[in-house]
């Protein structure tokens, strides 16, 4: 059965740091594109990061220079870590693996940015 399990979501401060991380079993990261997303209150779900296998990465326009995806092959598990956190990052946070003939969701992770 596969499953993917993000962690580490929470309340920060404005400014502060947040590291979220997706597991995986049944899957392989190693073979798979993996997509954090986002999901903020009355608004569509969005791309925030993606890495593929091959390592490349890619981010959405309002993340760059704050957010970074980095993946670890032996753990099978691909991280987000999240600076200079604002208001309008808050949202639910999905992991997604997609590889041949597969996509699956990971359950979600909350993220609040107050003061």
């Known amino acids: 059965q596969v499953q993917l399990v993000e962690s580490g979501g929470g309340l920060v401060q404005p400014g502060g740091s947040l590291r979220l991380s997706c597991a995986a079993s049944?899957?392989?990261?190693?073979?798979?594109?993996v997509t954090w997303y986002r999901q903020a209150p009355g608004k569509q779900r969005e791309v925030v990061a993606r890495i593929t296998s091959g390592g490349m990465t890619n981010y959405a326009d309002p993340v760059k220079g704050r957010f970074t995806i980095s993946g670890d092959n032996a753990k099978n598990t691909v991280d987000l870590q999240m600076n200079s956190l604002k208001p309008e990052d808050t949202a639910v946070y999905y992991c997604?693996?997609?590889?041949?003939?597969?996509?699956?969701w990971g359950q979600g992770t909350q993220v609040t940015v107050s003061s």
């Open positions: 049944g899957i392989s990261f190693s073979i798979s594109t």
């Open positions: 997604n693996a997609r590889g041949p003939g597969y996509t699956y």
